[in-house]
C-alpha cells in the first residue's frame, strides 16, 4: 500500500507529463503564473514561490526584458513596487494553460469527468495548503 507522500510524488511526476515541452514548471513560468490573477509585491511572489528577494528580483528583471511584466511604483512611496503580467505575459499564460487544458481534455471527455477532476484537484489544492 502506497503512503499518502508516495501518492504525491506520483501525482507530482504524473502531471510534468501534461505539462512536457513548454517548461511550464519553470521558475520563470512559475513567476509569471503567480502574477496570473493580480499584481503582487515582491515580497508576496517570494512568499509564494519560496525565494529570497534577489532571486525575484532577477526573476522580475528578465520577465521584463522579455516584455511579459510590467512593474509599477506606488506614487506615495516610491520604495514600493508591484510587478503584473503584460499583455504579452498574459498572452503566454493563456497559451500554456490551454496547451495543458488540451491534454487533460483527451482523457476526461465528459463535463461530469471534467467537474469531478476539478473538484478533486481543489481538495488536494486545500490539503496542501495546510502543509
Known sequence: MSTV?????????A???????????SLKNRF?????E??????EIGDRLRQD???????????MNDGLVEKSVLFADKRR????????????????LSAAEARFTNFLNTPEQLSDAEDKLDELIRLFSFL
Request: proline share 3%; hydrophobic share 45%; charged share 25%.
Open 53 to 63: 528577494k534577489t532571486n525575484v528580483a532577477h526573476l522580475a528583471a528578465a520577465a
Open 32 to 36: 509569471l503564473f503567480a502574477l496570473k
Open 5 to 13: 507522500a508516495e501518492k504525491v510524488i506520483e501525482l507530482i511526476e
Open 38 to 43: 493580480k499584481s503582487l509585491s515582491p515580497k
Open 15 to 25: 502531471s510534468q507529463s501534461a505539462f512536457a515541452g513548454a517548461d511550464t514548471l
Open 81 to 96: 513596487v508591484r510587478y503584473r503580467l503584460s499583455p504579452a505575459g498574459r498572452d503566454k499564460v493563456g497559451r500554456i
